[in-house]
């Protein structure tokens, strides 16, 4: 008895759950979509159209950004062929070998962006060291 | 009044636990490696934390967004070099710390663990400095990634969660950068607080050569030391950073290999030329061999004068990185992957 009444509730409770959820009415048809054509080669990390994405007319990820001036560049990395290399052994290789000047470290020059700012930095941290090797608090 | 503050201040926060009794020797330049090299940690961390607020981890852009924060931003100049000198210093504490460790045989029992851990530190400590390396974007940067992808699809599937194909549509600088900025720093800063536990627990060993207990000062003498020992280091970051500006190239181009890679590196450029699978086989032999050391060396004396053996291997594998680092410098690529 108990085990009926047990399974009458549960399918009572279930349906009329059903019911609530569409508020009593026939279910309406469900709409048919179809969905874009994908190709094959689009990754589930591809951008979405620039249509649908709200930031896309911001300058910030346009090329027209402050890192994206002048020409825009590709994914890979630059495959311009019109320059010729400079201290690589396949240097006799080719004449029309892209130019590739090794980064090297340089001087600081005085007249960059904040360089009083940064000598005084240093110097503070000049004093800093002075100042606990002549006081040494603590150490002795 | 102060003196009263200074007391509820250390009852309060345990600094009194600090007290503890350390050797004297602690107190000397060759014993405070570890905690310059802490230091030059603690300014990457710093300066890479504002340096990531103007870096943009995007092929097309990371290399751009370099030279807008060098040339165009306030201190920007400034803050790279910051950086990146404080990654050179601190390779160079590092590496004199483990010396330092091997001449007097630190790493012996009961300090092996401690030895391992230090030698993962520096593993993952030199991983921070290939990512940063490719972080730049330029062509250094290209053909250090070329080589690592090179090695990585050698090791088959060990290899495949380092290439692109295992993310793929997602450039792999996001990945590095993600690894430089968050991975790498969590499990450094955790193996560093590991390594300090276990300083604490075994003691900073004793002079080998002392022949009476060495006298004892209270670890906050030891922590005055290095606080003046962390000034010296910043001092010196901050004067490389005023007067040599870090190399930074422009964006890569593709298929090329002109450039070398920088010091730390050009060891296994020069072993490269001589042998290309030395790219595969090196890294591991060197690593397999410094963690043997403390399994492999269970003889008890640690004088470095009763230690023959010991200081010729040192000696030896000093010699070879050096005339390696020297001849990768000054010779040319011949070889091709």
Redo the contacts between chains.
């Keep these: 008895m108990g085990k009926y009444t047990f399974f009458i509730t549960i399918s009572f409770i279930f349906f009329a759950q059903n019911a609530i959820a569409h508020t009593g009415h026939a279910k309406e048809p469900t709409s048919i979509v179809v969905a874009d054509k994908q190709s094959s080669i689009d990754?589930?990390?591809?951008a979405p159209e620039e249509k649908s994405d709200p930031l896309g007319s911001s300058d910030l990820f346009s090329p027209k950004?402050?890192?994206?001036?002048g020409e825009i560049?590709?994914?890979?990395?630059?495959?311009?062929t019109d320059m010729k290399?400079?201290?690589?052994?396949?240097e006799h290789d080719d004449s029309n070998?892209?130019k590739?000047?090794?980064?090297?470290?340089?001087?600081?020059e005085t007249s960059?962006?904040?360089y009083g700012?940064?000598?005084g930095?240093?110097l503070f941290?000049?004093l800093?060291?002075v100042g606990?090797?002549f006081i040494?608090?603590?150490?002795? | 009044m102060a003196n009263g503050l200074t007391k509820i201040l250390e009852d309060r926060l345990g600094i009194h636990l600090l007290e503890y009794d350390i050797p004297e020797h602690s107190?000397s330049i060759k014993y405070s490696l570890g905690g310059m090299t802490l230091s030059s940690f603690g300014v990457l961390i710093i300066s890479g934390i504002i340096l990531a607020q103007f870096f943009?981890p995007d092929?097309?852009?990371a290399n751009?967004?370099l030279h807008?924060l060098v040339d165009?931003?306030?201190?920007?100049?400034?803050l790279r070099?910051i950086h990146f000198w404080a990654g050179e210093v601190l390779t160079v504490t590092m590496t004199l710390h483990a010396i330092r460790v091997f001449f007097t045989a630190s790493y012996k029992n009961p300090r092996e663990i401690n030895w391992l851990i230090g030698i993962g530190i520096m593993v993952f400590m030199v991983t921070l400095l290939f990512t940063g390396t490719v972080l730049k974007w330029?062509?250094?940067a290209?053909e250090a990634l070329a080589h690592f992808l090179w090695v990585a699809e050698k090791m088959g599937p060990f290899g495949l969660p380092l290439t692109e194909a295992f993310a793929?549509?997602?450039?792999l600088l996001n990945r590095i950068y993600m690894a430089h900025i968050s991975l790498l720093p969590i499990i450094v800063i955790l193996m560093i607080g590991l390594h300090l536990f276990y300083i604490k627990y075994h003691k900073l060993s004793q002079l080998a050569d002392a022949t009476n207990p060495a006298k004892n000062i209270p670890f906050?003498?030891h922590?005055?030391?290095l606080?003046?020992a962390g000034?010296?280091i910043?001092?010196l970051i901050?004067?490389l950073?005023?007067?040599?500006?870090?190399?930074?190239?422009?964006?890569?181009?593709?298929?090329?290999?002109?450039?070398?890679p920088p010091w730390q590196f050009v060891w296994i450029y020069a072993l490269e030329n001589l042998w290309v699978p030395s790219l595969i086989v090196a890294p591991p032999i060197i690593i397999g061999f410094l963690l043997a050391i403390p399994i492999v060396d269970q003889n008890k004396e640690r004088y470095w004068k009763r230690r023959p053996l010991a200081m010729t291997v040192l000696a030896g594998f000093i010699l070879i990185f050096v005339a390696l680092i020297i001849w990768g410098s000054v010779t040319?690529?011949?070889h091709s992957m």
């Design positions: 990754s589930m990390y591809a950004d402050i890192f994206m001036e560049v590709s994914n890979e990395p630059n495959t311009k290399m400079e201290g690589s052994h396949n070998m892209p590739v000047v090794s980064a090297k470290h340089k001087t600081v960059a962006k904040g700012v940064a000598a930095i240093t941290a000049g800093i060291f606990l090797t040494r608090p603590g150490e002795r | 107190n943009i092929p097309e852009r751009r967004s807008y165009q931003v306030y201190l920007g100049w400034y070099g330029d062509q250094e290209y793929q549509g997602v450039p906050t003498q922590m005055a030391y606080r003046r000034s010296g910043l001092l901050c004067l950073a005023l007067t040599i500006a870090p190399p930074l190239g422009e964006e890569p181009v593709l298929g090329l290999e002109v450039t070398k040319t690529m011949t």
